[in-house]
C-alpha cells in the first residue's frame, strides 16, 4: 500500500510504502502527486518511506518517480531493506539528483535533510561559487602560461 505523507512544503512529494505495493497504487496516488508537484515547481524533491518487503520482481513493474529524475534535485530514501539500499548505491552515479539512504532509525533525518538547501557533489552549497572558482582556476592558469611565453613564442625555460 502507498500512501501520501503530508506535511511536507510542496516541492517535495513524499510516499510511505507498507504492505503490498503495486503498480496501480503507483498510478493513482504517486503519479498525480509528482505531476501537481511538477507544475508548480521547476524541481522537486522525492521522500520515499518503504517499510514493505516487497519481492525484487515486483520492483521491475513499480515506477516510484525515478523517470523524473532530470527534474528531482535530491532524493531520499528510507529504508531497512538491504537490497534497496545496496542496489540505490551501487546506481547513485546514474541518478542526476543528489541522493541519500537513510536507515528508518533515522527517518527523521533523512526528512531534514531533504527539506535542507541543496549542494553539488564537491559539498558546496550552491553551483555558482564552483563555477566562479572554476573560471578563476583557468584564467589563472592561462596567466601562468602567458609567464612562460616570450614574445618570440619560446618559453622562459629554453633559453
Given amino acids: 500500500m502507498l ?68 527534474r528531482c534535485e535530491r532524493v531520499a530514501i528510507v529504508t531497512d531493506i538491504g537490497w534497496v539500499r545496496l542496489t540505490v548505491k551501487a546506481l547513485r552515479f546514474l541518478i542526476p539528483s543528489e541522493i541519500r539512504v537513510f ?12 527539506r535542507s538547501r541543496a549542494e553539488t557533489r564537491t559539498g558546496v552549497e550552491t553551483a555558482a561559487p564552483v563555477r566562479a572558482r572554476r573560471a578563476r582556476t583557468v584564467r589563472a592558469r592561462h596567466a601562468s602560461r602567458r609567464d612562460w611565453i616570450s614574445p618570440g613564442g619560446v618559453t622562459a625555460v629554453n633559453r
Fill in 3 to 70: 500512501e501520501l505523507i503530508e506535511g511536507l512544503p510542496g516541492n517535495i512529494v513524499g510516499i510511505a510504502v507498507s504492505g503490498r505495493l503495486t503498480k496501480q497504487d503507483c498510478n493513482d496516488i504517486l503519479a498525480p502527486a509528482i505531476a501537481k508537484s511538477l507544475r508548480r515547481h521547476d524541481k522537486i524533491r522525492l521522500y520515499y518511506e518503504l517499510n514493505s518487503r516487497f519481492p525484487g520482481a515486483a520492483w521491475d513493474d513499480i515506477e516510484l518517480g525515478l523517470e523524473q529524475a532530470s
Fill in 103 to 114: 536507515p528508518s532509525f533515522q527517518a527523521d533525518e533523512g526528512r531534514c535533510w531533504i
